[in-house]
């Protein structure tokens, strides 16, 4: 499989055989290395082949092995040209990774693990709104400012820590920790690390 760099931190696997639209990758030298290593490339491309695929098999920074679908992938799909719908064949597998990528993180200033726990709320509580429940939450460290994150699945992420974190990928909606530093979040997209965190 042919991979070009196509700019900073993107990604090219041009269509061959049976691909229906190009591959696109965003991630570093580095991400990109673990990526070629694990084969979630290969992922990448077969995703490309998915009947009704529109623009491309794309695979966000977080990309590693999957189950079909590279973790971090995502595609669209036309159904009128027969495209497919998945519903989420990934989802338990999706949480306990995102999960463990959350644990993983590490304040740079202090080396303290950055989240002190997290949960799945939407599992712990039934009723008829559970469906209304964040699908994980995140406990974060709140003893000391955390200005950067690392992991050595993402590297260093920096940013000024505000009185307000946006736990949602709408960014017109933000809510603050409460007392304990919780923030919820629903899965929204599947670049949850890089966009939940700053």
């Given amino acids: 499989m042919e991979l070009v760099e196509d700019g900073e931190d993107r990604w090219r696997i041009p269509r061959s055989g049976g691909m229906l639209v190009d591959?696109?990758?965003?991630?570093?030298?580095?991400?990109?290395?673990?990526?070629?290593?694990?084969?979630?490339?290969?992922?990448?491309?077969?995703?490309a082949h998915l009947p009704g695929i529109v623009g491309a098999s794309m695979a966000m920074p977080d990309i590693h092995w999957g189950y079909g679908f590279?973790?971090?992938?995502?595609?669209?799909?036309?159904?009128?040209?027969?495209?497919?719908?998945s519903p989420g064949g990934q989802y338990e597998t999706l949480l306990s990774d995102i999960a463990a990528q959350f644990r993983a993180?590490?304040?740079?200033?202090?080396?303290?693990?950055?989240?002190?726990?997290?949960?799945?709320?939407?599992?712990?509580?039934?009723?008829?709104r559970a469906t209304e429940l964040p699908d994980v939450a995140i406990v974060w460290n709140s003893?000391?400012?955390?200005?950067?994150?690392?992991?050595?699945?993402?590297?260093?992420?920096?940013?000024?820590?505000?009185s307000e974190r946006s736990?949602?990928?709408?960014?017109?909606?933000?809510?603050?920790?409460?007392?304990?530093?919780?923030?919820?979040?629903?899965?929204?997209?599947?670049?949850m690390i890089l966009s939940c965190i700053n």
Avoid: M
Wanted: glycine share 10%; charged share 25%; net charge negative.
């Fill in 23 to 47: 591959g696109l990758v965003f991630a570093s030298k580095k991400l990109i290395v673990k990526a070629q290593e694990d084969r979630a490339l290969d992922q990448v491309a077969n995703v």
């Fill in 105 to 128: 993180l590490i304040n740079s200033e202090t080396g303290e693990p950055a989240v002190e726990d997290v949960y799945f709320p939407a599992k712990q509580f039934r009723g008829p």
């Fill in 70 to 85: 590279p973790i971090g992938g995502v595609a669209a799909t036309d159904v009128e040209a027969g495209g497919v719908v």
């Fill in 143 to 162: 003893r000391n400012p955390i200005d950067a994150v690392a992991s050595d699945a993402i590297g260093t992420i920096a940013g000024r820590q505000e």
């Fill in 167 to 191: 736990g949602n990928h709408r960014p017109a909606i933000r809510s603050a920790p409460d007392s304990r530093g919780l923030v919820t979040f629903k899965i929204e997209c599947w670049s």
